[in-house]
């Protein structure tokens, strides 16, 4: 496994991560807004993001979004680092509910402990989140598979 450095995402390496989420086919917009937390991994000494996640703090919930990895990357366990510390970013800031959509990967997300929930739950939970008001801006609400873990 390549030696990798997890840490907390700055402005300047906002181009880098969205090459990254169009690698992935995730949704870059919103990632920086006030209230977003955002961890990435890096190959140790070079400048590579290999891997990214986010949350989005409410005032009683996070939303955890973009969680990606370059796909050369991927099967190292580099996601399940990054959403641990995202769930670890989401205690610290004294939220003890995380949310997120997702549609094709809920497989993933129950390992981590997540269940089904209803969207409005997330909508309700999150209603300034970035995230949320773009998925009904764009009309992906409907469609949309919302997961909650309780940490």
């Known amino acids: 496994m390549t030696e990798i450095i997890i840490r907390y995402a700055m402005m300047d390496d906002f181009p880098r991560i ?3 989420l169009q ?10 807004e006030p209230g977003t937390q955002c ?3 890096e190959e140790y000494g070079k400048q ?3 891997g990214i996640a986010a949350i989005e703090l409410g005032d009683n919930a996070g939303l955890l979004r973009s969680v990606g990895v370059d796909p050369v990357f991927r099967r190292q366990g580099l996601g399940a680092a990054l959403t641990n510390t995202a769930f670890e970013g989401c205690r610290m800031a004294g939220r003890h509910v995380i949310y997120c959509f997702s549609t094709g990967a809920g ?3 129950q390992r981590f402990g997540f269940r089904e929930v209803p969207v409005n739950e997330v909508i309700n939970a999150l209603p300034e989140s970035p995230q949320v008001n773009q998925f009904g801006r764009i009309g992906w609400l409907p469609a949309e598979i919302a997961w909650r873990k309780d940490l």
Do not use: E, N, P, Q
């Open 39 to 41: 961890w990435l991994i």
């Open 23 to 32: 690698r992935c086919h995730l949704v870059t917009d919103g990632l920086f």
């Open 48 to 50: 590579a993001i290999v």
């Open 107 to 109: 497989a993933y997300w």
């Open 18 to 20: 969205k090459l990254l």
